[in-house]
């Protein structure tokens, strides 16, 4: 019954953008098998209501259908889409993105002895786990506000900090947690992270990178790939194929300057990784991209 409702409510209020009017809530909505499209999952929960969503990173595929959902603590790429939709029964879910300072304070709220002690092991930056009855519930009540808007201002954040206790007490509590702790490992690869997506055009060394984020080499590369599911320069190597496909729809024609943009020195160095991680030649995807647009 919760989902019939969740699924009506996202029907109702899905936007073509994404948006709804409560702040850093969004419905996601597809009417048709989408193609693997390289997006970037930031901090957020992802919650589905109908078909189903597969996403890789790394060489890890993973998947996750109604009733299920996904909590990401770090921005990382991907590869996603929904595999199962139709007009009839299109692909639904709704995400809320999180914030450090949200969960710090959520945190700060718990007695000491209603969270277990946290391992000394980095969780990874994404994780999939059935939704508790309790969780979905807090979830509707969030999407039904969109039914009442003079709610939305007191009742949104007071229901948003339920969703962070439910995600808190599950069996994710670990990621969110240390998503909330400014000196836990998932923080300080976290701020890697954004340097890398910052800087991704520019070579780097590992060691600098270990320092900026107050590491050791050998923790910060075993809690990275912890994290991320690949290693530094294997995260630059997606973060610069990414925006040199985006490059490509916008400037189809310019492949080399594009190549030498996000980083490369050697075309053919380019076109080669550019293939095994799109199926096609930079040329090639151009002119997919531009047919689709």
Known sequence: MVLDELRDLLNRHARPDLRTSIEDVLIFKAEHPQPPTPTTYGKV????AQGVKRFALGDTVYEYREG????????L??????????PELPGLGVGLTLHPATVAEVLLQAAPGDL????????????VSTASAELLDAVVRLVRLLDRPQDIAVLAPLIKREILWRLITSDQGPVIRQFGLPDSSLSHIARAVQWIRDHYPQPFRVEDVAKLAGM??????RSFHAITAMSPIQFQKQIRLQQARLQLAAAPADIAAVGRRVGYDSPSQFSREYRRQFGASPSQDAVRLRATS
């Open 68 to 75: 299920q959902y996904l909590v990401a603590s770090v921005d």
């Open 216 to 221: 050791s080499v050998s923790a910060f590369h």
């Open 45 to 48: 929960l992802a919650v589905v």
């Open 116 to 127: 277990p002690e946290l391992g000394d092991d980095a969780p990874p930056g994404l994780a």
């Open 77 to 86: 790429p991907v590869t996603a889409h929904f595999a199962k939709a139709s």
